[in-house]
Every structure is written in C-alpha cells, then in structure tokens.
C-alpha cells in the first residue's frame, strides 16, 4: 500500500521547464515575427524617405511643390500609421528587445523628414508640419496621461486636417541630429509641439494652426 | 527585462509548478484515492471532544460519535473548558445515559482548543486518540475508514476529509468548495508523504506518536497544524482517509470568516517560525511541506502585488487621461485604442488559470458526497476569482498581528 510517489517532484519540474520554454520560444518567435513585418515596413518607408529626400534636393531646380506635399504626407501617414503598429507591438513585448531598436530606427526615420519638411515648407509653403516630441517609456503616470491625451489631441487635428504632416519623435533616444534640432527651437520641456518650425507649445489650448487651411 | 516581467515568470513558474505536482499526483494515483484499507486488529480508540460554549451542536456532535461504527471506539471524552452556556449539562446528561461517554472540566478555562485536548489526553489510556470539534459531525463510517492506515507501524496521524454541514449562503457555499479543493488536494499530498494538517474535526493519533511530540502546542493558534509537523519532524507518517467524511459547520457571517481566517493564518506563521530551522532537514518536512508553505506565501502576497500595481497604475492613468482629456476638449472614450496583441505573460497567466480551473472541477467532481446538490458553475467562478483573493489580504493582516503580538484565540 502507500508507497511513496516523490519522483513527481522531478516530473512537475521537468513539466514546467518544458512549459515555460515552450511558452518562451513561442513568444520569441511572435516578437520576432513582428520585429520582422515592421523592419520590413521600416525599409520601405526609408526607400519612401530617400525619395521625398531626392525630390526636396529637385525642388531647388522648380520641381513641383506639389508633388513633394503629396509625397511629404504620404510618408508621414504612412510612418504614422506603423507607429501605432509599433506601439502595439512594444507593448505585448516582454521578453525581447528588437522593437525597442526598431523605435530608435523609426524615431531617426522621423527626425530625417523633420529636416526633409523643413527644407519643403520654406520652400513651397503649402501644408503644416506638426512634429510632437514626447519621452520615451515615461516613467510617471501624469507624464504618460498627458502624452497620450497629446497623441489623441493630435491625432484629431490630423484627422481634420489631412492636408499636414504630423510626426511624433520620442525626444528621449539619443539621437545627435534631433538633439540639435531640439536646441535650435528652443524646446524646453516634453511633450511639446512645434508647428511649422515657427512655435513650440506646450498646453493643449496653444494648439491652434493657423494656416490649416492651406492647400 | 523589466524587474515587473521577472517578478511575474518568476511568480508563473512557481504556481505552474505546484500545479503540475498535484496534477502528476493526481493521474499517477487517481484509481488510489479512495483506498480503504481494512484494519489487522481492532484498535482500541479514544475519542476527546474539546467544548466551550457549544450548547448548540455539542449533542449533534456526540450522537453522530455514539453511531460510530468502528467496534473499537472505547471512550468519548469531552472536555468541558468551562463553558459559560448549558454545554456542560448536555455533557452531563448524554454522561449518564451512554457510559462510553465521559465528561471531564478543566480546573480554569484554558481560552484554546488546545489546552482542552491536552487535559482531555491526560485520561486516554487507548492505542489511538483521535480528536473532534464540538460542532463538527463524522458519518457512522468516517473513524472506521481511518484506522486501517494504523496496520503500518510508523504511521502517527491519520486525518479525514472535512465537508461544509451548512450551506445556506453563498459565503458557506463558497466554503464548501474550498474544504472539497482542500481535502482533495490534501489527499494528493498525502501521496507525497506531505500532508501539513490534520484537521480538528476529525483526525486519529497514535498514542505513542502522541506522546512522542508532548502533545498539542498550546501557544500555537492552530495546533493541528503545528503537531502535524512536529509528527513529520519526528519521522511519523501522516496520512488522509478520504472516504472519512466529517460535516462541520462554517461560520455564515464574513466578520465570524474573517476572524477565523486571521487565526489560521497566524497560526500558520506560528508554526513556520519554530520550523524554520527545520529547513531541508527532518525529511519532507524541511524539503517540501516548509518550502511550500512559505512559497504558497510569496505566491499569495507576490499575486496580489502584482494585481494592485497594474490595478492603481492603470486606474490613475485612466483617470489622468480622462481629466486632461476634458482639459483638452476631446473624447475620452477611444475605441482604436483598445490592443488584440496580449503579450506571452497575458497567455501564461490564461493558461494557469484556465489549467487551475480545469482542476477545480475536477477535484469537485472526485468528491462524492451524500445527498447535497451538484456544485454551481457561478459558485465556482466566484470561488476562483473574489474568494481566493482574500487569501493575500489575510495573510498580511495576519503577519501584521503576529508581528505585533496579537495573537488571539
């Protein structure tokens, strides 16, 4: 009768590890499947990029103004639109870095049309240029309650007004370039918008655009 | 990896673990846990009933102890701990009409079971002593179906299974699967040499193993548990006769619940602190049984920190959005904000809880019982979900009170 079973200990152990790597791999794998689909995406906004680049570069010999709002808006939907798959992904990531690069790859993404923009709208002057600068991984919930009502405000204007190009840059990933771009404009704190390259806000109430109206 | 993912695959593995060891226990040994084994010899057998102000149920109690059916029942001692109600003339009554029944009074109230099950111990002259609770009612079969395991020499203690006499609300109902879940994963446990109680309703001592751990602790709150260790630190075997029903009657007020809660619980942190040098020594006490409690511990108390952090960071996020949202003058309410992407964590945590609620149901199906109803679906969700979230809140009320002394009856 009753004899001792104590070899489950073991079992149960070997059971869980099992679980537990089963469980790991397979999460490895969707994370990685995801960093894949968006690094995918990201190559081909950066061909996008280039080419609002190269068209910016034709532009100073009369190029259509145009064509490159078009293209300029065109990137930054398109860059909008896989930030917030990005988003998604980031936060069922758990257990691997991958997409945190790829979000300093897209924030660079970003700060590249910011100049691409920049050199369009004092050329052409034909659409607004929004770019929000928020942290990174906000460590306090006021902080990240107040970007994600900045975000929503945004995205609302956007909605409204899709003849602008919006582009949110995390503020916070150690890129020289936006560093620079930050100090040219006087940013002071994050979050912030900076509307046209002409005013930095930092209260909801300020985000009035004045020329929302053009074409 | 954040410190929080850590926390939680750490706190995953561990529950994911014991739940594995009941269910490989359980399809390892399931054909075995209704074992009855037939005793060699009669063993002859005392039964002590401590009694403080139990006028209610004290005479339940011994009618369902006179309709025993094991033949070597010798004595029914109950212990009067000077009771203020009419408990001692019902004693007194059923002492004169059955003369297997004898009454004793403590010289002073002793104010816990356990100094009446000493006093009562002291006039037991029988191989085994079994324990019962005034308000708790064994079937005519239960003793008998426990003293068989006495035929293996080493064995000291043999427990029964406790079942919920009154189920008239839905906290008592809720208890009734909990003492089902209870005995059941107690009796899996005892496949494992690991049994960490044997209950006061109903459990039978060898005399000799009695003596040998001087009897009950008195300071202890649940001196039940605490002689069950001592059994096992002493190289005694513990065992469960499932098929040993005793109905016992649960307290139908949550105050009266949570009272009786806090008393366990500091109990169980009376009992871990003198065992706690006892740690991998003393057999499965220190590998398992010790381990296991103190892990049980960090699962309750890690679980519910876990569920409160993300509880109040997601609340007073959301609130926080909500006011800047109507600082702002948009909608508050986004419905494409709402993510299908749950993380791996999200899926380990499903699969615990589905693989837990799949065992619920099981351990409720394996408990046959007389004539009660089949338990409720919603009683079980209930069960899984809000009863077993008090757990935590208990145990840190009770390490608050025993860190402070407050350690009463």
Redesign the interface.
């Known amino acids: 009768?009753?004899k001792?079973?104590?070899h489950?200990?073991w079992?149960?152990?070997i059971?869980?590890i099992f679980?537990?790597l089963v469980?790991?791999l397979?999460?490895i794998y969707?994370?990685q499947s995801n960093f894949n689909k968006l690094n995918d995406y990201s190559t081909l906004s950066e061909v996008s990029l280039m080419d609002g680049i190269a068209l910016v570069e034709l532009s100073k010999e009369n190029f259509s103004c145009e064509i490159l709002r078009e293209k300029n808006i065109e990137f930054a939907d398109k860059v909008f639109e896989e930030a917030k798959l990005l988003e998604?992904?980031e936060?069922?990531?758990?257990?691997t870095e991958s997409i945190k690069i790829l979000h300093k790859k897209y924030d660079m993404l970003r700060t590249l049309a910011w100049i691409s923009n920049s050199n369009a709208i004092d050329k052409c002057q034909n659409y607004d240029l929004i770019v929000y600068l928020y942290e990174y991984n906000p460590e306090g919930?006021?902080k990240?309650?107040?970007q994600?009502?900045?975000s929503?405000?945004l995205l609302?204007y956007k909605n409204e007004n899709p003849n602008s190009v919006l582009l949110p840059i995390s503020a916070n990933q150690e890129i020289t370039s936006l560093k620079i771009l930050i100090e040219k404009y006087g940013v002071e704190k994050i979050p912030s918008v900076i509307i046209n390259n002409e005013r930095v806000i930092y209260e909801?109430?300020d985000l009035i655009i004045p020329s929302s109206d053009k074409n | 990896?954040?410190w929080l993912?850590v926390l939680y695959?750490v706190y995953t593995?561990i529950a994911?673990?014991f739940l594995?060891?009941y269910?490989?226990?359980y399809i390892?040994?399931r054909k075995e846990i209704y074992?009855i084994?037939k005793p060699k010899k009669i063993f002859s057998l005392s039964i002590v009933v401590p009694c403080y102000n139990e006028g209610k149920s004290i005479g339940k109690n011994i009618e369902a102890l006179l309709a025993s059916e094991y033949p070597g029942l010798e004595k029914i001692i109950i212990v009067d701990d000077c009771s203020t109600d009419n408990s001692f003339d019902i004693i007194k009554a059923y002492a004169k009409k059955y003369p297997k029944i004898m009454v004793v009074q403590t010289p002073t109230n002793t104010g816990r079971a356990a100094g009446a099950k000493n006093y009562g111990a002291k006039f037991v002259k029988t191989e085994l002593i079994g324990f019962s609770d005034a308000d708790s009612f064994p079937e005519k079969n239960a003793i008998s179906n426990m003293v068989g395991?006495f035929n293996?020499n080493e064995m000291g203690a043999v427990t029964s299974r406790v079942l919920v006499e009154n189920r008239k609300n839905m906290l008592s109902k809720i208890q009734s699967i909990e003492y089902k879940i209870i005995a059941f994963t107690r009796k899996l446990l005892g496949?494992?040499?690991s049994i960490y109680v044997t209950n006061g309703p109903l459990s039978i001592y060898r005399k000799k193993a009695f003596d040998d751990v001087g009897g009950f602790d008195y300071k202890n709150l649940t001196e039940d548990i605490e002689i069950t260790w001592h059994f096992v630190a002493k190289g005694w075997k513990v065992?469960m006769a499932v098929l040993a029903n005793i109905y016992s009657i649960v307290p139908e007020k949550f105050n009266e619940w949570w009272r009786q809660r806090i008393r366990w619980n500091i109990g169980g942190v009376q009992t871990v602190a003198k065992y706690s040098k006892k740690i991998l020594k003393c057999g499965m006490l220190g590998k398992?049984i010790l381990p296991f409690f103190v892990l049980s511990w960090f699962l309750g108390l890690a679980g519910l920190f876990l569920l409160v952090y993300r509880a109040i960071?997601y609340f007073?996020?959301k609130f926080?959005?909500a006011?800047?949202?109507i600082?702002?003058?948009?909608?508050i309410l986004?419905f494409e904000e709402i993510?299908l992407?749950?993380?791996?964590?999200f899926?380990?945590g499903l699969?615990l809880f589905s693989l837990g609620f799949v065992f619920t149901i099981i351990a409720l199906a394996y408990s046959r019982e007389r004539e009660y109803d089949r338990t409720k679906i919603r009683d079980i969700f209930i069960y899984s979900i809000f009863y077993l979230l008090m757990y935590p809140p208990l145990l840190i009320i009770s390490f608050y009170k025993y860190i402070k002394r407050e350690e009463k009856w």
């Not at chain 1, 936060?91 to 257990?95: D, H, N």
């Open positions: 009768m009753l001792s079973r104590k489950v200990f079992e149960a152990l059971v869980t679980v537990f469980g790991f397979v999460g969707i994370e998604e992904y936060e069922s990531g758990k257990l919930v006021n990240k309650a107040a994600s009502v900045w929503r405000k609302d909801y109430d | 990896m954040q993912t695959l593995f994911f673990y594995f060891i269910v490989l226990t390892q040994n074992e084994i395991f293996d496949f494992l040499d065992q398992f960071n007073i996020t926080l959005i006011k800047y949202s600082a702002a003058n948009i909608s986004r993510s992407n749950p993380s791996i964590l899926l380990f699969l």
